[in-house]
């Protein structure tokens, strides 16, 4: 398999704020990587916005060695933590960009040259990234992504999208997760689209963008809710083909004022470094607010209650979301028992995050089991909801909904809200307007801004800390 998809020379394939590469010069940079970094056991790769990460992952891939992404701005405990879990052996980094002390060999990979391309040695199963999770209940775990995975995620979304050599995809996303690396890199060389990174995912960059014939985009919820705070960029991406949200749920919101200013309806999907992506609105199909969508070609489905029970498709009753696919890690690195507990024998991986699935196959994500399904009184409220409805409110920017402990209830809803001019006890009675009385909070703490990691996620363990 060729993960990289057949060769294309077009011009520049990948761009990365002022400096490119055609496909034909990142290949023989990668291939001199490859030829650098062969039979080693891993690399790590210091993930910046940099044409030197596209060229060590893709030199990575070429010599069939699993790459570690590091997060650029990971503190010494989470940079040791990955760099010792992984076993990596090399350091790939532009000259004088990693200063992190002891650990593998670095390699400056801008010093490397050019080589004539490398051939792929591994074969289809082979392990071709190690990604670390968010660890935000223990120490980050490496997962096990092999270069079938990667293929067959992509394959489908570019099915799922339309996603052609035709099209020139545009993002401003960090190079060390799924989103931005696996789907906004490996995709675009796959499908053969050139690559326009913007460094930082600025409305303005995006809607210059356009320039260089940007049809593609993807964002996260905090690039488009920023694009709407700016209508001349927003308005500027009309032109465009498709916008895609993901890594965590568009606020409906957000949703419906994207597509007022731009004429796009968004396409959510959804997915995890687990999984990569699984679930999607289709381009050429409906886009509903608050939904990601129908499962992608080759993958099933299931709800299950917390006795493990089905769950009907009826649109309103959560589950646990269940998913089988060909794009499925094949474990956590060095954890056999946790991956155990998460994927079946059977291939059934369990997600930990809790859906409702309508009649109609269209599936909305209710949130995180762990944080974001509340047993108050008896009932099972969706944290997403709640935050919807908040967000709905004109004072109302952002909003966060937990559960917290409540003597006679067991818990009770509580938000977390950055507003201007509303009251808590305004936006309770907001909310139980639009909702069932037992879903309105109880408490709403008014803040100045919300924790969130890289990928624009509320990190809801740090709320109230």
């Known amino acids: 398999m060729d993960l990289l998809g057949p060769a294309r020379d077009t011009g520049e394939a990948v761009r990365i704020g002022d ?3 055609s496909r034909e010069e990142l290949l023989r940079r990668a291939s001199a990587v490859a030829g650098e970094i062969g039979g080693a056991s891993a690399v790590a790769v210091h993930a910046t916005a940099s044409l030197e990460t596209v060229v060590s992952v893709v030199g990575g ?3 069939g060695v699993p790459v570690v992404p590091l997060p650029p701005d990971s503190g010494p405990a ?3 933590h990955i760099l010792g879990d992984s076993g990596a052996q090399l350091m790939l980094a532009a000259k004088g960009a990693y200063e992190g002390e002891g650990g593998p060999k670095p390699i400056p990979v801008d010093e490397l040259g050019a080589a004539d391309r490398a051939p792929e040695r591994a074969d289809d199963a082979a392990t071709a ?3 670390y999770t968010s660890g935000t209940t223990g120490a980050p775990k490496g997962v096990l992504v092999s270069r079938r995975a990667i293929a067959a995620g992509l394959d489908a979304l570019a099915d799922a999208w339309e996603w052609t050599a035709g099209d020139t995809l545009v993002h401003g996303l960090p190079l060390f997760h799924v989103h931005g690396l696996v789907l906004g ?3 675009a060389l796959r499908t053969g689209s050139p690559l326009v990174h913007t460094v930082k995912p600025r409305p303005e ?3 210059a963008a356009r320039e260089r014939g940007g049809t593609l985009y993807f964002g996260v919820p905090t690039v488009w809710s920023r694009v709407c705070d700016d209508p001349a960029s927003a308005r500027a991406l009309k032109g465009a083909r498709l916008l895609v949200s993901g ?11 994207l597509a007022g200013l731009t004429g796009h309806r968004p396409v959510e999907r959804y997915g995890m470094t687990e999984t990569l992506i699984t679930i999607s609105a289709r381009a050429g199909g409906d886009r509903r607010p608050g939904y990601v969508g129908m499962p992608l070609t080759g993958v099933e489905t299931r709800l299950a209650a917390e006795d493990g029970a089905p769950v009907p498709h009826d649109g309103e009753t959560p589950g646990e979301l269940y998913v089988r696919a060909p794009m499925v890690f094949d474990g956590y690195l060095g954890r056999p028992e946790a991956t155990a507990q998460s994927l079946a024998a059977d291939g059934w991986f369990r997600t930990g995050d809790i859906a409702a699935i309508g009649p109609d196959g269209w599936h909305r994500i209710v949130g995180r089991a762990s944080t974001d399904l509340i047993k108050s009184g008896g009932y099972r409220i969706g944290a997403g909801e709640v935050e919807n409805a908040l967000l709905s409110h004109p004072a109302v920017r952002e909003a966060a909904v937990i559960g917290t ?3 006679d209830l067991g818990e009770q809803v509580t938000a977390y809200v950055v507003a201007e001019g509303v009251t808590g006890e305004q936006l309770i009675g907001f909310v139980a307007e639009r909702l069932s009385a037992h879903k309105r909070p109880r408490v709403v703490h008014l803040v100045g801004s919300l924790p969130r990691n890289a990928m624009g996620k509320v990190v809801k363990t740090r709320l109230g800390a």
């Open 78 to 80: 989470e940079r040791d």
């Open 185 to 187: 890199v490996f995709g």
């Open 247 to 257: 890594s965590a749920p568009l606020p409906v919101p957000v949703f419906e004022r």
């Open 19 to 21: 400096r490119a590469l």
């Open 405 to 407: 402990p409540h003597a």
């Open 205 to 207: 960059a995006y809607a």
């Open 61 to 63: 891939i070429l010599a």
């Open 129 to 131: 990234l190690i990604l």
